[in-house]
Nanobody, 124 residues
């Protein structure tokens, strides 16, 4: 069993930056592929970024490539999402999700564990 807790959300102006953190608990949490998924009001969940258990492989959604960076510190059981050049359309609840495998996938339904989410609001 893995528990995920997100933090770092908030209100920021367009063009600004935020860093989200996802702290995982559980004996083998560091071996799980982890992703950030967001959901805006009235929209479906959207894959944002993912990282393999080792941290050696990453994947990004087209809308955030070049602006967001995912990383992990397995010694701290934490995954980060650095978000730069934020846009109003990035406004959403951001969820951390993990799957019981090491490889990254972009299909959000293939993730087994989910955090409670953190709100990110970008003002224009």
């Amino acid at each position: 069993q893995v528990q995920l807790v997100e933090s770092g959300g908030g209100l920021v102006q367009a063009g600004g930056s935020l860093r989200l953190s996802c702290a995982a608990s559980g004996r083998t949490a560091s071996s799980y592929a982890t992703a950030w998924v967001r959901q805006a009001p009235g929209k479906e969940r959207e894959f944002v970024a993912g990282i393999s258990g080792s941290g050696g492989s990453t994947a990004y959604g087209d809308s955030v490539k070049g602006r967001f960076t995912i990383s992990r510190d397995n010694a701290r059981n934490t995954v980060y999402l650095q978000m730069n050049s934020l846009k109003p359309e990035d406004t959403a609840v951001y969820y951390c999700a993990a799957r019981t495998a090491r490889g990254v996938v972009i299909t959000t339904t293939r993730y087994d564990y989910w955090g409670q989410g953190t709100q990110v609001t970008v003002s224009s």
